[in-house]
């Protein structure tokens, strides 16, 4: 799942990072997945449902960069359930933007 969400965000070109980002950077995205078994098949895991949290920091250009994510993520099929309301930090005028998302991925081979 994790190389689905990676290209997904490569699409965006903005530099991406798992659960820590970079101070450097303008722009970046912070992600982190859980996964949960949903379906067994004689005693194998045939469904896995993924929750995806993709953080979104920038000072500016917000609305511009949640389409390009938005996009993206719906290139690889992540389901987007909720984008709540934007908050800026009063210390840094960075501005956070979340996206929670869902992924479900079938074990099942052939």
């Known amino acids: 799942m994790e ?3 990676r290209a997904a965000l490569a699409k965006t070109n903005i530099p991406f990072y798992n659960l820590r ?18 379906s067994f ?11 995806i949290t993709v953080m ?6 917000l609305e511009k960069n949640k389409k390009i994510i938005k996009d993206a993520l719906k290139s690889e099929n992540i389901m987007i359930n909720e984008i709540p309301e934007a908050s800026i ?10 996206f929670i998302c869902s992924y479900c991925f079938s074990n099942y081979k052939i």
């Open 56 to 61: 979104l920091f920038c000072r500016s250009g």
């Open 89 to 98: 930090s009063n210390m840094t005028e960075i501005i956070s933007q979340s």
């Open 21 to 38: 980002g970079n101070n450097k950077d303008e722009t970046c995205i912070v992600y982190s997945l859980s996964e949960k078994p949903k």
């Open 41 to 51: 098949c004689d005693d194998y895991e045939d469904l896995t449902a993924y929750k």
């Open 3 to 5: 190389e689905i969400l």
